[in-house]
């Protein structure tokens, strides 16, 4: 397996990357390094709202706004060598304002005075055209290693965003991350221990190791996140959202990323061929092993998960419908009934504003899923560029504040 080196950048193509995944990057990082390509997943937050306004129309859904113009800021900023610089897109490429992610960012960073970056795709639906954008080439290597990243940053994430609020020494739930980031990184980068027994027991490790750190008693009240990926993920997106939550005596829980991973693969077998169609449920009986291994190694020290994906997605059936398969589609209900039904009564819904997969196969559930389960509550947000934080913030207190 090829060995990573984080200080070859001169000897490679930079590859720059939008902050999109807060929990997972910071491993599953280490999938986008190649022989050709030295990635750097940006962080530079200053302006990017208005610059990437400058250059792209505001109609356009918040997240490619944020994108836009973090990868230009970063262009703009001197730092990197413009001719062997290109700027990697991830988008599901479904039937929403996400499918033209790759164009508007080509044409925002022409206009912005970089023709010479090339755009690089990272979907399965074939949306690359023309001379300055293309599909990234995926190594069989890069493909072992995000599974690797994805699923420690899952089971990071969901143990951080649980024992940070509640602990009696602060700072140690973040220092956790740190040592355990530290861990897998190296591995990561080394290509070793990299085996599905040794992930099952990193598994069985790292919660042993967060459950250590003493909390207080009773527990903060428990609020479920869910909604269109980018917003549910990425701090830029949601406004520092789950610190919001911290701070005003809350513990979220944002669901995994391998349950949206198999939603995808789920949901989208009807479109490829036979033989696609058995790679994919071989994917999907892969992912359900390791999500089980997850779940009853958190479970095992009393810490909260979701269900595995497929009794999520039976447990759901009768509250969603199964033909809503674009952008985030079904998943969103059968988040948040899961989280209702299984000790989370209270659901925050984020969407960027006008997302009209979020609005219909989400907005559009609400009141009957509130009907069928009136023990839990459902408060939506909208985020855009022309939004108020205030607006946002006083929504989630509502249902802060609301007695169940």
């Not at 996400?98 to 023709?115: D, E, T």
């Amino acid at each position: 397996m090829y060995k990573i080196r984080e200080n070859a950048d001169r000897e490679k193509c930079i590859l720059l990357i939008p902050a999109m995944l807060d929990a997972h990057f910071p491993l599953l990082k280490y999938a986008f390094y190649s022989k050709n390509y030295h990635p750097v997943i940006l962080k530079n937050e200053k302006d990017i709202t208005d610059i990437g306004l400058k250059y792209v129309n505001n109609d356009m859904c918040y997240p490619i706004i944020l994108n836009a113009g973090q990868m230009i800021a970063a262009l703009q900023s001197g730092k990197y060598d413009l001719n062997r610089t290109k700027l990697l897109m991830p988008t599901a490429g479904d039937a929403c304002r996400g499918s033209n992610y790759l164009h508007v960012l080509k044409a925002a960073v022409r206009k912005a005075g970089f023709p010479q970056a090339q755009v690089l795709s990272l979907n399965i639906q074939g949306l690359e055209k023309g001379e300055q954008m293309k599909q990234m080439k995926l190594e069989p290597d890069m493909v072992w290693r995000a599974l690797f990243g994805l699923f420690y940053g899952d089971i990071l994430m969901l143990l951080l965003n649980q024992v940070r609020p509640n602990e009696v020494h602060k700072g140690e739930a973040q220092k956790k991350w740190k040592k355990w980031v530290r861990i897998l990184a190296c591995d990561l980068r080394e290509g070793k221990h990299l085996t599905i027994s040794r992930m099952k027991q990193n598994f069985i490790r790292i919660a042993a190791d967060f459950s250590k750190i003493e909390l207080v008693k009773p527990r903060k009240q428990r609020i479920g996140i869910v909604g269109e990926i980018y917003i549910k993920y990425c701090h830029l997106g949601n406004w520092d959202m789950i610190r919001f939550l911290e701070k005003n005596n809350c513990e979220s829980h944002t669901n995994g990323l391998s349950w949206y991973a198999m939603y995808y693969i789920d949901s989208h077998l009807s479109d490829v061929s036979k033989i696609e169609q058995v790679a994919y449920r071989i994917g999907l009986k892969l992912f359900g092993s390791l999500q089980r291994s997850m779940i009853a190694a958190m479970r095992q020290y009393g810490f909260y998960s979701m269900e595995e994906f497929q009794i999520m997605k039976k447990e759901a059936d009768g509250y969603v419908n199964w033909t809503y398969r674009t952008g985030d589609g079904w998943l969103i209900g059968a988040e948040m009934v899961g989280h209702i039904l299984h000790d989370c009564k209270k659901v925050l819904a984020v969407q960027p504003f006008g997302c009209m997969p979020n609005h219909i196969c989400g907005r559009g559930l609400y009141p009957s899923i509130q009907q069928k389960l009136p023990e839990g509550r459902i408060v939506s947000a909208d985020v855009d560029s022309g939004s108020s934080k205030l607006n946002v913030y006083n929504r989630v207190r509502m249902l802060v504040d609301m007695h169940i």
